[in-house]
C-alpha cells in the first residue's frame, strides 16, 4: 500500500512541478521576453498593448533540459505504481 501511495505521490509531485517550472518562466503577457525576428514581420494585432499570445514563444517549455527533475519524478512514480500492480 505504502508503494502505491509513494507512487502516486511522485507522479503528481512531477506534474505540479513541471507546472510550476512553466509557471516561473516569466509573463506570458509580456512581448518583450521574446527576442523579435527580422525574417518574420509583426503580426497586426487588434491591441496596442501586450497580449496574453506573445509573437514567438513556441513550444519551449516542453524542452527536456528544463524539465527532466518533473520527468524523472513522474517516471520513478509510475514504475512504483505498475510494480505495485503486478504484484
Same mark, same amino acid.
Given at each position: 500500500?505504502?508503494? +502505491?501511495? +509513494?507512487?502516486?505521490?511522485?507522479?503528481? =509531485?512531477?506534474?505540479?512541478?513541471?507546472? *510550476?517550472a512553466? +509557471?516561473?518562466?516569466?509573463?506570458?503577457?509580456d512581448? #518583450?521576453?521574446? !527576442?523579435? &525576428? !527580422?525574417?518574420?514581420? =509583426?503580426? #497586426?494585432?487588434? &491591441? &496596442?498593448? !501586450? &497580449?496574453?499570445? !506573445?509573437?514567438?514563444?513556441?513550444?519551449?517549455?516542453? *524542452?527536456?533540459?528544463?524539465?527532466?527533475? *518533473?520527468?524523472?519524478?513522474?517516471?520513478?512514480?509510475? +514504475?512504483m505504481?505498475?510494480?505495485?500492480?503486478v504484484?
Amino acid at each position: 500500500m505504502a508503494v +502505491i501511495l +509513494i507512487g502516486a505521490l511522485l507522479t503528481v =509531485a512531477g506534474v505540479v512541478y513541471m507546472a *510550476g517550472a512553466v +509557471i516561473g518562466r516569466g509573463r506570458l503577457s509580456d512581448p #518583450k521576453s521574446s !527576442p523579435a &525576428t !527580422p525574417d518574420r514581420p =509583426a503580426p #497586426k494585432l487588434a &491591441t &496596442t498593448g !501586450p &497580449t496574453l499570445e !506573445p509573437r514567438r514563444r513556441g513550444l519551449g517549455f516542453f *524542452g527536456l533540459s528544463q524539465n527532466w527533475p *518533473g520527468l524523472l519524478m513522474m517516471g520513478v512514480g509510475l +514504475i512504483m505504481l505498475l510494480s505495485a500492480a503486478v504484484f
